[in-house]
């Protein structure tokens, strides 16, 4: 969707380097969501945020959402081979529970 | 552990064909959605269900539609299927106003011929 943009599109990076994803929103979001996904099957919940200036962590994956609550990112600290997937950001515009979702980030981390 | 089941991982069908694809969920949710998947455009909604006998048009709701006769089971019909369907289908279901987010299923790989 254009209402939400993701980026990089994909990263490759050496494992145990850091690394961050980008999703930025058109407009005011209600509820920021994280998932990631194994290559042709279904996604997994990490993360929700809801209040600007909000971060949350889980194990080495951390997400944050800027104060205008429009952009948000998720920084991962020592990649490793486990991390590797695509990882997608969904947005809830009006608290609807209907999220829109970005096209997704490709993340490959070799050894 | 609670979980959100799609009937089939992987379904080829002819064009034309009319086609089931069915997803069950056991967590008493009352939201369920249907998407595609595909490369490049991302998951796009196609319909989605706040309640039993209650549908929602999502983004691209042409040439699908659905049926939500009990709160657990909400089926995606393809009345006429075309190859321009071929694509991944995922089901999900949610807590109304829910803090933890969607579970999804497995998902549906569907290809027309």
């Known amino acids: 969707s254009q209402e939400l943009e993701q980026s990089p599109q994909s990263l490759i990076v050496q494992e145990g380097k850091n690394l961050t994803i980008n999703c930025t929103s058109s407009?005011?979001?209600?509820?920021l969501y994280w998932y990631k996904q194994k290559y042709g099957e279904g996604l997994i919940f990490l993360m929700m945020l809801q209040k600007g200036g909000e971060e949350k962590s889980h194990e080495k994956i951390t997400a944050k959402l800027d104060e205008k609550k429009q952009q948000s990112s998720l920084h991962i600290t020592a990649s490793q081979p486990s991390h590797a997937g695509i990882y997608l950001c969904?947005?809830?515009?009006?608290?609807?529970?209907?999220?829109?979702f970005g096209t997704g980030t490709r993340l490959q981390v070799f050894p | 552990d609670v979980k959100v089941t799609q009937s089939s991982r992987y379904l080829v069908k002819r064009t034309g064909e009319k086609v089931f694809l069915e997803c069950v969920q056991d967590m008493d949710h009352e939201n369920m959605f249907w998407y595609r998947q595909d490369p490049g455009l991302g998951l796009r909604l196609i319909y989605f269900?706040?309640?039993?006998?209650?549908?929602e048009k999502g983004d691209i709701p042409e040439g699908y539609s659905v049926s939500r006769e009990k709160k657990e089971r909400f089926s995606l019909i393809l009345e006429s299927a075309s190859t321009n369907q071929t694509s991944m289908y995922l089901c999900?279901?949610?807590?109304?106003?829910?803090?933890?987010?969607?579970?999804f299923g497995s998902g549906t790989r569907l290809t027309v011929v």
């Open positions: 999900a279901s949610s807590l109304l106003q829910g803090q933890y987010g969607y579970t």
């Open positions: 269900s706040y309640d039993v006998k209650m549908k």
């Open positions: 407009k005011t979001l209600y509820g």
């Open positions: 969904g947005a809830d515009f009006a608290n609807t529970d209907k999220l829109i």
